[in-house]
């Protein structure tokens, strides 16, 4: 099946294509040298998202090629990465990039090496693979938090669909792999495995506050079921990181981009440029953000599980420059899907955030926290909507919680053909106005 979809895709993007085809069966090698699926099923997910994705991929950059002759969309930043691991074969050691783009140079030096030029379709295919084991991930979270297994199409409607998550994987950005590690890192909390830690410091190479919160995270799950032995370790570990950030900080140590002997600074602009953002934006995020802090504190969780909820035009321009030019926007049509699903999600959804808080059991508790945060560090500190990738595995977890409590709701999704006949004839309508 995925020899044939490569194959047919080949004749739409042409024979780098095939880098994918060759990705997935050596990360379906090591999986299973390495025993990485715990069952069948998740093989067959793992299998599925891949193609999935790989697909939607392959749909993008014929439409990037079609409108902007380059395989990179309008915004510019998955460029910038690709250019940026160009230029960095050159010194792997510059200080003021992050590791995705030191990760990009190093696949292209290798390719180098066996005299190959450069192109996307040489690190791409590792977005769509560490995608794919996080949608993995996600399913096995679900099994462990709410004893529910959550069926294939559970997964295609609450994260494959949500093109939030979907196009920015497809895309040259570093946000997956932090979703990665942070779903990863939530799991190993929940089952109390040892190497929860290592997880927060492969984050934070990538992006460092997202590191840090999940190092506060991890220090906070030792509050939750403290004993003589766990008190010692969270005081210890406190101990530890409250001393090594203030080293950094007073020494005006700089990671990435990040200086942190500025980080008050850091925070206090981004915190501004988000309000900013958000009040031209106008509309619902507008709304939310001129509420007053308290209310805008609860109502941040259930925004940021149902965003978007609106439809662009069609042709809704993806940026000032490109205002003359009529030039069809995926975002308006991946944005009008996840739109239609939600119309049928928005129920579970609104009823697992409200018990992901009530409930009284520990996986819960440990879960609710680590939702509530991130949440609110996106819903408060960033205007793009990639920076949400991370969250977006987390529900399928809230759907099951929230049908487990309503009875009118079903994990497994029984009445498939009624979703998939209104999802076709409200995709018809939205497809009509591409014509």
């Known amino acids: 099946?995925?020899?044939?979809?490569?194959?047919?895709?080949?004749?739409?993007?042409g024979y780098e294509v095939l880098y994918f085809l060759v990705y997935y069966y050596f990360s379906e090698f090591l999986?299973?040298?390495?025993?990485?699926?715990?069952?069948?099923?998740?093989?067959?997910?793992?299998?599925?998202?891949?193609?999935?994705?790989f697909s939607l991929s392959c749909i993008l950059i014929e439409h990037h090629y079609f409108y902007y002759d380059i395989p990179f969309d309008a915004y510019g930043d998955d460029k910038r990465f690709s250019d940026w691991g160009v230029s960095l074969k050159e010194d792997l050691f510059v200080s003021s990039y992050s590791i995705y783009e030191k990760f990009i140079a190093i696949i292209f030096l290798f390719y180098d090496v066996l005299g190959l030029g450069n192109s996307l379709f040489q690190v791409l295919p590792f977005n769509i693979i560490f995608a794919a084991f996080t949608i993995v991930i996600s399913h096995r979270l679900a099994l462990h938090v709410i004893g529910v297994d959550v069926s294939y199409f559970v997964l295609l409607v609450t994260i494959l669909l949500n093109y939030t998550y979907s196009q920015n994987v497809v895309h040259l950005y570093r946000d997956v792999y932090i979703s990665f590690f942070s779903?990863?890192?939530?799991?190993?909390?929940?089952?109390?495995?040892?190497?929860?830690?290592?997880?927060?410091?492969?984050?934070?190479?990538?992006?460092?506050?997202?590191?840090?919160?999940?190092?506060?995270?991890?220090?906070?799950?030792?509050?939750?079921?403290l004993n003589r032995n766990r008190l010692l370790k969270l005081?210890?570990?406190?101990?530890?990181?409250f001393t090594f950030i203030l080293a950094m900080i007073f020494t005006n140590v700089s990671i990435s981009k990040y200086q942190l002997g500025n980080?008050?600074?850091?925070?206090?602009?981004?915190?501004?440029?988000?309000?900013?953002?958000?009040?031209?934006?106008?509309g619902g995020m507008a709304k939310v953000n001129s509420m007053p802090l308290p209310i805008r504190f609860v109502i941040n969780n259930y925004a940021q599980v149902i965003?978007?909820?609106?439809?662009?035009?069609?042709?809704?321009?993806?940026?000032?420059?490109?205002?003359?030019?009529?030039i069809l926007n995926h975002r308006s049509i991946g944005w009008a899907i996840t739109t239609i699903t939600l119309l049928f999600l928005v129920g579970p959804y609104v009823l697992g955030v409200t018990n992901v808080v009530l409930m009284r059991n520990g996986l819960n508790k440990e879960f609710c926290f680590y939702f509530i945060v991130m949440a609110i560090t996106v819903g408060f500190f960033s205007f793009l909507d990639r920076h949400r990738v991370l969250l977006i595995p987390l529900l399928p977890t809230i759907y099951a919680i929230g049908c487990s409590f309503s009875p009118g709701f079903s994990i497994g999704f029984k009445r498939n053909q009624i979703f998939l006949l209104l999802s076709v004839l409200l995709s018809g309508v939205v497809i009509y106005g591409a014509i």
């Open 183 to 225: 779903v990863v890192f939530l799991l190993d909390v929940l089952e109390k495995r040892k190497r929860a830690l290592l997880w927060v410091f492969l984050v934070m190479p990538f992006r460092l506050p997202n590191g840090l919160i999940l190092l506060f995270l991890y220090i906070l799950s030792y509050t939750l079921y």
């Open 263 to 282: 980080v008050d600074k850091i925070v206090s602009e981004r915190v501004t440029k988000f309000s900013d953002s958000a009040s031209e934006a106008g």
């Open 31 to 53: 999986c299973l040298r390495f025993n990485v699926f715990r069952s069948y099923k998740e093989r067959w997910i793992y299998f599925f998202s891949y193609i999935f994705l």
């Open 1 to 13: 099946m995925f020899i044939c979809i490569t194959f047919l895709l080949n004749l739409l993007v």
């Open 307 to 326: 965003r978007p909820i609106s439809v662009n035009g069609i042709y809704h321009p993806v940026r000032e420059s490109l205002m003359h030019e009529k």
């Open 235 to 241: 005081l210890t570990i406190s101990g530890l990181s």
